[in-house]
């Protein structure tokens, strides 16, 4: 059989999709709906390029003058180096503390930033103890340390 015996066939035609056949059924909506039908023929994209043919412009292009911020290129570098660091900290932390964080540098920084968690940054060993951080500020005794009299 020729492709153009194939085409002739009347068979009715069933769209064939990667996953198997499929056969389309229409929606039919009942009652109110929230689409705002008094806008229909201004949307329609036909009257929308018929209005283009015939004037040349598109009348609902924004006419506002765009505004990108007020930082400059090395304010961005900066802060995108701000995020590189935090992220990469926040990787370097063991699973299970990320984990309790959902996985996530912003709520981690919200965590550590918020002076009623100290406590717990404490329990989960991310700050040291009041009493750690005294012993380690002071000064060693080994012999490596003191200064020969």
């Known amino acids: ?7 002739k066939n009347t068979d009715p035609v069933v769209e064939i999709r990667k996953y198997g056949h499929s056969q389309r059924s229409p ?8 689409t705002k039908q008094s806008a229909q023929a201004e949307t329609d994209i ?3 390029m018929a209005r ?3 004037t ?15 930082s400059d290129g090395q304010t961005f570098h900066e802060a995108m180096n701000i995020v590189i660091e935090a992220q990469e900290n926040f990787s370097e932390l063991p699973a299970h503390i990320r984990k309790r964080f959902g996985n996530d540098p912003e709520q981690f920084l919200d965590f550590v930033t918020d002076e009623n968690n100290k406590d717990e940054a ?3 060993g991310m700050l040291n103890t009041p009493l750690a951080a005294q012993e380690d500020s002071l000064p060693s005794t080994t012999e490596e340390n003191t200064v020969p009299e």
């Open 27 to 34: 929606i039919k909506i009942e009652g109110e709906t929230r």
């Open 1 to 7: 059989m020729t492709n153009q015996e194939k085409l």
């Open 122 to 124: 404490i329990r989960l």
């Open 46 to 48: 036909n009257n929308i």
């Open 52 to 54: 283009y043919v015939k």
């Open 56 to 70: 040349g412009h598109i009348s609902w292009v924004n006419r506002q003058t765009p505004t990108y911020g007020i």
